[in-house]
């Protein structure tokens, strides 16, 4: 544990100095702060539609899907590629504790991205009624989906040794994940087939229900399990390296 | 064989077992989840939170209900309203399918000027058949009946006219629960609660449009499934025993006529029978049901409540109006206003005086007091402030009455606001029902202005400050990466 934590504070001390950090932050910022101008137009105002769109919307999903593999592309493929990777299992860490640091640092970047939103809602608050509710069910989803799509990064990265075909599988991944839930036309409203899409929509849960406030134990609960099985399989990846 | 070339291959045989062992665990986990999961309403007015009455209702519904909304409205601010309510009532059965999904479905939502087939399927599949106009309403199809609700049930607009192009485009009162939770209960139930107002002695008229009417409040309460009727007093023996409520309106805009002895004893009559009876008080004139009042231990005492409102720039100004702010804790009619609180406002306002029969159920707050003269606004010396009592409830035989202190909020300009939410719970109790009617609620204004000076300050922050701050961090920490380096 105690080394995982090491891991960890090192993982996000170079994560945080990475100058590449800082540009994915400022181009971050820029392109959701015009969603959120555009927005905000958009809905005349209204601040619980106002959350809907702009962490619901079209510019959100390509953010939210892209930004995972991106982060998390690097973080196996590259020390494998380096041979970092091996001087660091010869070190008596081990294979778990590597990806659950990897993992943990890449989720703890990737939602720091989202929590430098806030202050434009603190701006919104100066003038409006923001509900605190609305905006902790939403960041209690960005939180757990994005886990999980940096999860399946970690993953794809530890499934090849180059940085750019691991953010492409990785984006397959949550791409893939995303996608089920347009499978819910093909059943109409009370089968359980569509329960059961809605279950593992990402779509589902940030937009009918997170953003509008209300949070269902399915959403940590399914997001949970996949963020460890995830790791589980990369885990079982690196140990099969291991013995090749 | 080498003792790493065994554990290599017992590894091998290992993890594909793992593997499945893994998957067994998150569809285990999943499963549970999916059947027995917890939700919560985290909105500031617990806009989509399912209540213990709303959970009997759905249980309470024999068969499967299907709910099918066709929309087709334009791109008018007024058509634009009306989605918006539609799609509120989607969003709030979808959460009360929740509940028990194989007693009420989730909605079938159809655009139909996108979705023309689907539409057309939906209508050749529905007994009764759906007609091709029957688009902008939300339809309950359960065991070959039909319900439909529009926009206009669901909730009242303010349209501004081409004469007012500063006039806002709004909802003011937002009726989809109490909407929805009225089409489902005449989807399970034939019998509709039949309410009768007193007409024909200067009450306002109940279907005439314009500020002196009362056709708000029967639209109100036809809304939530009741059947409103007038009744004439003067003119009738007798009550009809199959009225579940009867509501006297004691005033008008113009002379209103004080009720005879004959309506007192047949009003009387009814009550002992069981019935529900709430009164609103005239302004000046006695109601002529003062000796039934008394005997329930309910006095019309003399004067009118004077508070003092506060004005802007923190003004005040005193004026004959009651705002009723304190609540019985224990009664039906008061417990749903208990948490939220209460600022309910009647103008002009009796003061009640009760006996040990009566229990008070709306009490104003300590600074009002009861203007003798009933002319001037003024508190005299001798006028202390004190609470006063604006509202009672006595059981009177088998029957429920409830007297209001003014009967002027069940006219149309001034139906709405917390008098409406506590007249709507008085009306439920009297006629009855136990449980305490949800009372439609105004929409909280969570909408901030878009102000010229607003939209710059938003853009310059969301665009330039905050990406700024980030770029500055980032050459800040290179800095200080490259002194320590």
């Known amino acids: 544990m105690n080394r995982t934590l090491i891991l960890l504070r090192r993982e996000l001390l170079s994560t945080f100095v990475s100058p590449v950090s800082w540009i994915i932050l400022v181009l971050f910022l820029l392109v959701m702060g015009a969603n959120m101008y555009i927005s905000i137009i958009a809905v005349g105002g209204d601040l619980r539609q106002l959350l809907s769109s702009a962490y619901g919307g079209l510019v959100f999903w390509f953010m939210f899907l892209v930004i995972p593999p991106l982060v998390t592309m690097r973080s196996l493929a590259e020390e494998h590629r380096q041979g970092a990777l091996e001087v660091l299992m010869v070190t008596g860490i081990s294979d778990a504790s590597v990806v659950i640091a990897k993992w943990a640092a890449s989720s703890i970047f990737y939602f720091t991205l989202w929590v430098c939103l806030l202050p434009l809602w603190g701006v919104l608050s100066l003038v409006g009624d923001v509900e605190p509710g609305l905006l902790f069910t939403t960041h209690v989803g960005i939180f757990f989906i994005g886990s999980a799509f940096c999860a399946n990064g970690i993953l794809a990265s530890a499934l090849t040794a180059h940085p750019l075909a691991a953010a492409g599988l990785s984006f397959t991944f949550n791409i893939a994940l995303f996608m089920v839930h347009f499978f819910s036309n093909l059943f109409r409203p009370g089968e359980i087939e569509l329960l059961w899409i809605e279950h593992v929509s990402a779509i589902h849960h940030m937009v009918d229900e997170l953003t509008r406030g209300i949070l269902d134990l399915r959403v940590p609960v399914f997001w949970s399990t996949l963020i460890l099985f995830s790791l589980f399989l990369a885990t079982r990846v690196l140990e099969r390296r291991r013995w090749a | ?485």
């Open chain 2, 1 to 485: 064989m080498s003792v790493l070339t065994e554990r290599k291959n017992r590894a091998r045989r290992h993890v594909p077992l793992q593997i499945l062992l893994a998957l067994w665990c998150v569809f285990v986990a999943n499963a549970w989840v999916f059947h027995s999961s917890i939700r919560s309403d985290w909105t500031a007015d617990g806009l989509l939170t399912v209540t213990d009455s709303d959970r009997e209702l759905i249980k309470a519904l024999t068969g499967p209900v299907e709910v099918v909304i066709p929309l087709n409205l334009g791109p008018e601010i007024e058509d634009t309203l009306k989605t918006r309510v539609l799609l509120k009532s989607a969003r709030w059965l979808e959460e009360l399918s929740q509940v028990a999904p194989n007693r009420l479905q989730r909605p079938i939502l159809i655009r139909v000027n996108q979705e023309g087939e689907k539409w057309a399927a939906e209508r050749a599949r529905r007994v009764p058949a759906l007609e091709e106009t029957d688009v902008d309403r939300i339809h309950f199809f359960h065991d070959g009946r039909r319900v439909s609700l529009s926009s206009e049930e669901l909730a009242d607009f303010r349209i501004p006219s081409a004469l007012e192009p500063e006039g806002v485009a709004e909802i003011l009162v937002d009726r989809t629960r109490e909407g929805i939770e009225s089409a489902l209960r005449r989807l399970i139930r034939e019998d509709q609660a039949l309410i009768r107002i007193s007409q024909g002695s200067g009450e306002p008229g109940l279907k005439e449009a314009g500020n002196n009417s009362m056709a708000a409040l029967r639209k109100d309460l036809e809304s939530r499934g009741a059947q409103v009727e007038g009744i004439r007093l003067p003119f009738v023996e007798s009550i009809p025993g199959d009225t579940d409520l009867l509501v006297v309106v004691a005033g008008g805009v113009g002379s209103w006529e004080p009720l005879g002895a004959s309506v007192e004893r047949s009003i009387q009559r009814y009550l002992d029978a069981g019935g529900g009876v709430v009164l609103l008080l005239p302004g000046k004139n006695i109601s002529g049901l003062e000796g039934m009042l008394s005997r329930s231990g309910i006095d019309v005492g003399p004067g009118l409540v004077a508070e003092e409102i506060a004005l802007e720039q923190g003004l005040v100004r005193p004026a004959f109006v009651a705002v009723g702010r304190q609540v019985h804790p224990r009664h039906p009619v008061t417990m749903p206003f208990l948490k939220r609180g209460l600022n309910a406002r009647f103008s002009p306002a009796r003061v009640l005086q009760l006996s040990e029969e009566a229990t008070p159920l709306l009490t104003t707050g300590p600074g009002a007091w009861v203007e003798r003269d009933g002319r001037m606004a003024q508190r005299d010396p001798g006028e202390s402030p004190s609470p006063q009592v604006i509202a009672a409830a006595s059981e009177v035989g088998g029957g429920r009455l409830i007297v209001v202190s003014s009967w002027t909020p069940v006219l149309n300009a001034l139906w709405q606001g917390d008098s409406r939410r506590f007249l709507l719970s008085c009306f439920h109790w009297a006629a009855g029902e136990t449980q305490p009617l949800g009372a439609g609620r105004e929409p909280i204004t969570r909408r901030v202005e878009l102000s010229a000076p607003f939209r710059n300050s938003f853009f310059w922050t969301a665009l330039a400050v905050l990406p700024a701050c980030a770029f500055f961090g980032g050459l800040l920490v290179s800095a200080l990466r490259r002194r320590n380096a």
